[in-house]
């Protein structure tokens, strides 16, 4: 089945860019069968979709993010990155990678979402 894996820097200074990578096993990233989301959960509050890429290529983000998120897939690693600029403490939040069957923008329902990974944590902080 399908196994995702978050990786990144746990700390981030104010002003750079978080550059995440969620490794994928058990399907190829180009595969038609699941879209690949990033959703993430600051401290005492609820999940936040951010963006999903299809297998094509294909990227959609959340409106309130797209000026600053990037979302891309690296084949050859089979891997799905993220980069958000010019992070700011309320960035500061688990972030997931999530594989869907089916393409819901903005969707924070867990039940939608067929895998998840473990989460990793990002605190931005000088």
């Known amino acids: 089945q399908v196994q995702l894996q978050e990786s990144g820097p746990g700390l981030v200074k104010p002003s750079q860019t978080l550059s995440l990578t969620c490794t994928v096993s058990g399907a190829s990233i180009r595969t038609e069968t699941y879209f690949w989301n990033w959703l993430r959960q600051p401290p005492g509050k609820g999940l936040e979709w951010m963006g999903v890429?299809?297998?094509?290529?294909?990227?959609w983000y959340s409106p309130s993010l797209k000026n600053r998120l990037s979302i891309s897939m690296d084949t050859s690693k089979n891997q799905v990155t993220l980069q958000l600029l010019s992070v700011t403490p309320e960035d500061t939040a688990v972030y997931y990678c999530?594989?869907?069957?089916?393409?819901?923008?903005?969707?924070?329902?867990?039940?939608?979402?067929?895998?998840w990974g473990q989460g990793t944590q990002v605190t931005v902080s000088s």
């Open positions: 999530a594989a869907a069957k089916t393409f819901i923008m903005s969707s924070t329902t867990k039940d939608h979402y067929d895998t």
């Open positions: 890429i299809s297998g094509s290529g294909s990227a």
